[in-house]
């Protein structure tokens, strides 16, 4: 999930690294037009910075409305701030007036498309940043202005597609398969990814295991779904190995505040932690997309068999799973057989070579503090 914009792809260079910035569309081979329409987020896109409505006018002498209290900082045309407490402040990125004049020349239509709370704030901000003309403001230029609070956007990164699943729903067209794991799953999940859909689903907490995922597919009615749901434990497969061991993958310490989504929260929460998380994940090495390793302490619920120690978890984001996954709904006998064969299959801290896993100082600092026998 994503608050930057709908067809945006990563920095260019000298940019800050919080802004997406569109690609020279002419110039990639596998885009054949420029797209109708680009749309631009507002807070960390367009402009560095909160524009928070509830910070502004906060001083003496304050305007009514609110954002009536922007005002340019010394007048620069790059800065604003307010005018009761200059302490708030943003500032337009300096290459957004390219992408404007590039969206504008070849014919596309510009949107804004936000969920920060205050649409006047944002318009007027709009006004007094200006793009192609020194003297017409960007709002004057915005075919669609869509700002409201609560808004959900989705990444659609075109680096995300590693490959497109063009061959059905079964491993037999692919040469190089690799088991991953087993996870427990809903059976509207399953229904899904067996079908070639993808899962949006913001109220399961999402955990991809090895041999635990009988418990989760147990845990997750009381978690998420109802104690009358079917549920399943489900094989992950990779369709090409190649392509997986190539995938980024980065193993993130259980303490902090960059791991855990609280699946309770609202989708706008859900999302800036996402974000965040991606942000620190580049931070180590492993830009978007990525798969997700961590360890997670024993749940109180979970069976003796278990065992005492940490558990594994895998997360795998939507675009990897479209790509790059493939899921196979167990039967119950089925379940009872794989999770004997046991030792056959070998735990993800194992594979931290084999499958090209980074591991951050702070991971394996976590590990020596537990005491677990994790070599790279």
Not at 244 to 255: D, G, R
Not at 270 to 284: P, S, T, V, Y
Request: glycine share 6%.
């Amino acid at each position: 999930m994503s608050r930057r914009l709908a067809v945006m792809l990563r920095k260019r260079a000298n940019v800050n690294p919080n802004i997406w910035l569109m690609r020279r569309f002419d110039r990639h081979p596998f885009v054949m037009s420029y797209p109708k329409l680009v749309a631009l987020d507002t807070d960390w896109t367009i402009w560095w910075g909160w524009l928070d409505i509830n910070k502004l006018g906060k001083g003496r002498n304050a305007y009514n409305p609110l954002e009536d209290n922007l005002e340019q900082e010394n007048g620069s045309e790059w800065i604003l701030r307010d005018r009761t407490n200059h302490k708030e402040r943003i500032g337009m990125y300096g290459k957004v007036p390219d992408i404007i004049y590039d969206i504008l020349k070849n014919g596309a239509k510009l949107a804004i498309v936000s969920r920060n709370k205050s649409k006047p704030a944002c318009d007027r901000a709009l006004w007094w940043f200006k793009a192609t003309d020194r003297k017409k403001p960007i709002i004057d230029m915005v075919d669609f202005d869509e700002v409201y609070d609560g808004e959900i956007l989705f990444d659609d990164e075109a680096t995300n597609n590693l490959v497109r699943v063009v061959e059905g729903q079964s491993l037999q067209s692919y040469s190089d398969p690799m088991f991953i794991g087993f996870a427990g799953m809903d059976e509207q999940t399953v229904n899904l990814l067996t079908q070639g859909h993808h899962r949006v689903d913001l109220t399961e907490s999402a955990r991809w295991g090895y041999a635990i995922a009988k418990f989760f597919a147990e845990w997750i009615k009381q978690d998420a779904f109802g104690p009358n749901a079917k549920t399943y434990v489900c094989e992950l497969w990779a369709r090409d190995r190649n392509k997986f061991l190539a995938t980024n993958k980065i193993w993130f310490p259980e303490e902090g505040k960059f791991l855990n989504n609280v699946h309770t929260q609202t989708a706008f929460q859900i999302g800036w932690d996402q974000e965040n998380r991606d942000a620190q994940a580049a931070r180590w090495g492993s830009p978007t997309p990525y798969i997700l390793f961590s360890r997670h302490w024993r749940m109180s619920e979970m069976p003796p068999s278990i065992g005492s120690g940490r558990w594994n978890e895998m997360v795998i984001y939507t675009q990897i799973q479209d790509a790059l996954m493939l899921t196979i709904p167990l039967s119950e006998q089925q379940v009872i057989e794989k999770i004997q064969l046991g030792g056959k299959f070998v735990p993800f801290e194992q594979q931290l070579s084999a499958w090209n896993i980074k591991v951050p100082n702070e991971t394996w600092a976590e590990f020596r503090k537990y005491r677990e026998n994790i070599r790279a």
